[in-house]
Every structure is written in C-alpha cells, then in structure tokens.
C-alpha cells in the first residue's frame, strides 16, 4: 500500500445479496477519478457472498487500486438493539471505524454516493483539530416538525446536524476520546425516542466540533441537481439520500450512477436494469424498446458508455 494512499470506508449489511453492486458503483466513481493511489476499506458482515466479495476485489484490481476486507460479526446485536428496524444493519458498523482501521484519518462514504470529482481534493482538507468533517443536512428544514422534534428531544442541535453519509473521520482523535460503539448504547438507552441512530450519536458527540464543509462535498440528488447535460461536468459528490436510482428515477444524476455501474463486474446489464426502472417509473418506455435495446447491444460500436448516452436521450424526451 502507497504511503500517499487516500483511505476510504463503506460498510453495509446484504441480505438479499443485491447491495454490494452499489458499493462497487461507489468504489468505480472514486476509482476512475483518482489522482492518487486509493486504499478502499470494506466492513460487512457473512450476508457479502464470495461472489461479490471476488467482483469487488477484480473492480479494484481493474483500477489498480487496493481493497482491504474487514468482517463484522455483531449482526444480531445490532439487530436486537436497533430502535429502528428499517434502517440497515450496516449503517452501523461505521461506529467501529476507529477501532478497527489503525489510520490517522478515513474519508467514510455511503453506498449510496457517487463521487465526481479526485477524491484528494476532499482527503487534502486538513481536519487535525476536528473529530469529524461534515456537510450540514441540507434538507432538515423541509423534514416533517416531528423529525425536527426527535432530533431535539435527543439534545441534539437541529440547527447544526450535519448528515454523515459523507464524512471525514479523524480516527487518531476519536480513539483517544471515545468508544463510539460503547457512547451508542447508552445514548439509546437514554433516548430511545432516537431516529437517525449513529447519525444522532454522531451529532450528539461531535456537532460542537465538526469542521463544516463546502456543500459540494454532499449534495442530495433530487433535491439539488444541475440540468441533464451539465451533470457530469458538476464536480460534486451526489448523495441519493432518499430515493435510489435503482428503485425509480431520482434526477438528472441517475446517469452519474448508471455510468459507475457500468464500470463494473456487475455492469454488463446495466442498461436492461436502468431500461426498467425508468419504464416502472415514468411508463415512458413501449414494447418497441425491446428491439432498440437488442440492436444496440448488437451494433459493433456497443461500448459501455452506450447506455448512458441513450437513456439520456430517452430523459429527453426524443
């Protein structure tokens, strides 16, 4: 591993064995716009298949970047102790980051997050003072009051939450000062009321002393977006903080993910699998795509970029 290596970390929880493709359009994005070696730190639990893990390991050995495997085994008592059962597993397992990464420092992503942009320009912003480094939450204001209200009665600051699916952590410091893992339980024990789990716990610990970062760092897909033929030279890191674009369309930046998609082991049928959300979403789509899509996919010019191209003029209306 290069000692001018840009840590990263995601975690998740797969049950159904589907996630792990996300992850990898995550890692894809970061990867193809690297200017620097990447070292990509993976927390999961026996729900990643071996099949996934191998696909995750060659999208990574394609980039000639690293990937490091940490397994976590506390399954069932995340699952006991969450207040909040919707919410995945795997969102908590970021809490462990600081026990089990021996860095100075780990730039934390979500699987949901494309990144457009060299990720050293984040990873270059100098955090030593600062636990964390966050985006504030730029949609608290338009939450429902009693999401706005849960927040508050935690002791949390809902003028100042910041959302932590993009983070800087500051490892060094946060080992020295906490357990973040051990500081959870008690929170919940005390505020059970909480919603957003380890991103209350977070906010709860760090809000005060968070370094705040430039809005690009975490903007929201649907909620803030540039026109369609703008968004790949918006140098940004996009969030799909609500919707997914492999559920329905979100925006504009569904393509930025389409496109990471396709640059990986799991992208050769991108195109049939962004055909269809979009035909569920928006019943755009007739009988007749069928034969477009086989006759792309027969043409001699069929690239991976392709895809993108075309469900873009489909967005377009032409």
Known sequence: MSDT??????????????YARHAGATLASVFAGASQP?????????????????????????FRQTILFYPVRQVDYYRDKSPAPAISIGTMYRLLLPELLSLEKVIYLDCDVIVNLDIAELWDIPITDHPVAAVPDQV??????????????????????FNAGIMIMNLEQ???QHRLLDEWIRFVQQFPQTIFLDQDILNKLFQTRCLWLDAKYNRFA????????EVSKTPAIWHFAGNKPWNQHVSAVDLLYWRSLALTPWGEDVLEEAVRVMDETFKILTRTMDSEIREIKNSTSWRLTEPIRWIATKLRGQ
């Open 5 to 18: 290596a840009i840590h990263i970390a995601l975690c998740f929880h797969d049950p159904g064995g589907t």
């Open 222 to 229: 649907g909620w803030d977006h540039p026109p369609i033929d």
């Open 174 to 176: 946060i080992r020295k």
């Open 140 to 161: 608290i204001t338009s939450w429902p009051p009693e999401l706005c209200l849960s927040i508050r009665s935690c002791q949390i600051n809902s003028d100042r939450y």
């Open 38 to 62: 990447v070292c990509a730190h993976i927390l999961h639990d026996d729900t990643l298949t071996m099949e996934n893990r191998l696909k995750l390991i060659q999208l990574a050995d394609h």
